[in-house]
């Protein structure tokens, strides 16, 4: 396949990314996002704006960071970072109609610590675009908004990383950060790892995405952006964690069926390909496995992006995420699962923060594992690790 060719491969995944954002960010830079974005769990209200703008911006935020240059990707990636930092004004002014609740709320409880970190994910993914070309008010607000979050205690779970995110995101906008909450999330980790690159949730494990959705990904951009902090043990530390998170990598790679499915198991399975959260990132970050090429990841997650969004049954007439995994299916959903949960989906974009010349965007088609195994190929044998 030729070099053009390949490059398809990105024009498809921005083709679905905008699609995808359009409504949120769209809706939001006009304020109009609590009129425009329907709810499908009115119980989630107060929280489904904040959920969608960070989740939406945490998902695409190494791509907006690449910043505006020549070029039909270039003015529309100009496009979406003006729309995101609008959206982050219209979420923090509390004189807007879409202000977006950073405290605890009534009904949905400790959720807005959720999207807060999701938020402070993206800023810390995206510091250039989504904090340094913030105007004055728009940072005082924003700063003031992230504190806020302070007040709610998370659960002693994977939400304790939310609470670090927060304070991660305030020390790279040359605030003071809480170093104890950081501490507290990372060294809990460290207590409930179970061996082979699975983190428990809390102290128990779950079959489910949260090691990707959650705990890999934020436990990597924590302690890469405080690690100095620690001294020769945080050097230690980053080491073991990006081992642990290349292990799951692999793991999550060997999940994808040869026609691109995925078991659909646990909780939160409607974040669709949200899923390889974790997957995308080490792609990101040039920091996939050493068996996995970034080609086979590229095709692999091309599969699954076009099996979870590809369809139009996913969207409801108005361009907007419906709640499922393949389709409409809001049987699937948690009590907690609304409109705005379902853009983590987003993550699973992050490879667009790699330029095009990239070897991930340049490289020819591969096989991923299962379509090696499964057309008979010989593999080596795989192993688990033992840190």
Same mark, same amino acid.
């Given at each position: 396949m030729d070099r053009e060719n390949r490059l398809n491969d990105r024009m498809y995944w921005l083709k679905i990314l905008t699609k995808v954002i359009d409504p949120v960010l769209s809706s939001a830079a006009e304020r109009k996002l609590k009129e425009l974005m329907p709810v499908a769990n009115k119980s989630r209200s107060n929280v489904s704006r904040l959920e969608a703008i960070g989740r939406t911006l945490c998902g695409i935020a190494p791509w907006l960071e690449l910043g505006p240059n020549d070029g039909e990707e270039g003015v529309l990636r100009q496009k979406y970072a003006f729309l995101a930092r609008e959206a982050i004004d219209a979420a923090t002014d509390p004189e807007s109609p879409d202000y977006?609740?950073?405290? #605890?709320?009534? &009904?949905? *409880?400790?959720? /807005? %610590?959720? &999207?807060?970190?999701? %938020?402070? =994910?993206a800023i810390v993914r995206a510091p250039r675009e989504l904090w340094e070309k913030l105007d004055t008010q728009v940072k005082k607000n924003l700063v003031k908004a992230l504190k806020a979050t302070r007040c709610i205690r998370p659960v002693r779970n994977n939400w304790l990383l939310f609470?670090?995110?927060?304070?991660? !995101?305030?020390?790279?906008?040359?605030?003071?950060?809480?170093?104890? +909450?950081?501490?507290?999330?990372?060294?809990? =980790?460290?207590?409930?790892?179970?061996? &082979?690159?699975?983190?428990?949730? *809390?102290?128990?494990? @779950?079959? &489910?995405? #949260?090691?990707?959705?959650?705990? =890999? /990904?934020?436990l990597i951009d924590v302690v890469n952006t405080l690690g100095g902090s620690y001294g020769d043990y945080g050097m230690e530390l980053q080491k073991t964690i990006m081992e642990r998170a290349q292990r799951y990598a692999a793991i999550q790679e060997m999940l994808?069926?040869?026609?691109?499915?995925?078991?659909?198991?646990? +909780?939160?399975?409607? #974040?669709?390909?949200?899923?390889? @959260?974790?997957?995308?990132?080490?792609?990101?970050?040039?920091? %996939?496995?050493?068996?996995?090429?970034p080609a086979q990841v590229r095709c692999a997650l091309t599969a699954v992006i076009k099996n979870t969004l590809e369809s139009s049954e996913n969207y409801d007439s108005e361009g907007w995420l419906r709640i499922g995994v393949c389709g409409h299916q809001p049987g699937l959903a948690e009590p907690y699962i609304s409109?705005?949960?379902?853009?983590?989906?987003?993550? !699973?974009?992050?490879?667009?923060?790699?330029?095009?010349?990239?070897?991930?965007?340049?490289?020819?088609p591969q096989k991923w594992t299962s379509q090696k195994i499964w057309s008979g190929e010989d593999m080596p044998a795989d192993h688990a690790i033992d840190a």
């Amino acid at each position: 396949m030729d070099r053009e060719n390949r490059l398809n491969d990105r024009m498809y995944w921005l083709k679905i990314l905008t699609k995808v954002i359009d409504p949120v960010l769209s809706s939001a830079a006009e304020r109009k996002l609590k009129e425009l974005m329907p709810v499908a769990n009115k119980s989630r209200s107060n929280v489904s704006r904040l959920e969608a703008i960070g989740r939406t911006l945490c998902g695409i935020a190494p791509w907006l960071e690449l910043g505006p240059n020549d070029g039909e990707e270039g003015v529309l990636r100009q496009k979406y970072a003006f729309l995101a930092r609008e959206a982050i004004d219209a979420a923090t002014d509390p004189e807007s109609p879409d202000y977006c609740t950073f405290v #605890y709320d009534k &009904d949905a *409880g400790g959720q /807005p %610590l959720v &999207d807060a970190a999701f %938020l402070s =994910h993206a800023i810390v993914r995206a510091p250039r675009e989504l904090w340094e070309k913030l105007d004055t008010q728009v940072k005082k607000n924003l700063v003031k908004a992230l504190k806020a979050t302070r007040c709610i205690r998370p659960v002693r779970n994977n939400w304790l990383l939310f609470s670090a995110m927060v304070e991660t !995101a305030l020390y790279i906008m040359g605030e003071e950060f809480d170093k104890v +909450r950081v501490d507290y999330a990372i060294f809990q =980790h460290e207590q409930w790892y179970k061996g &082979d690159g699975v983190y428990g949730d *809390g102290p128990y494990f @779950h079959w &489910d995405y #949260y090691n990707s959705f959650v705990i =890999h /990904p934020m436990l990597i951009d924590v302690v890469n952006t405080l690690g100095g902090s620690y001294g020769d043990y945080g050097m230690e530390l980053q080491k073991t964690i990006m081992e642990r998170a290349q292990r799951y990598a692999a793991i999550q790679e060997m999940l994808i069926s040869p026609e691109g499915t995925y078991p659909a198991v646990g +909780r939160s399975i409607t #974040y669709r390909c949200g899923a390889f @959260h974790l997957l995308a990132q080490m792609a990101l970050i040039e920091k %996939l496995p050493e068996r996995i090429s970034p080609a086979q990841v590229r095709c692999a997650l091309t599969a699954v992006i076009k099996n979870t969004l590809e369809s139009s049954e996913n969207y409801d007439s108005e361009g907007w995420l419906r709640i499922g995994v393949c389709g409409h299916q809001p049987g699937l959903a948690e009590p907690y699962i609304s409109t705005g949960s379902l853009y983590l989906c987003t993550t !699973a974009f992050l490879p667009l923060g790699l330029r095009p010349e990239n070897e991930f965007w340049q490289a020819p088609p591969q096989k991923w594992t299962s379509q090696k195994i499964w057309s008979g190929e010989d593999m080596p044998a795989d192993h688990a690790i033992d840190a």
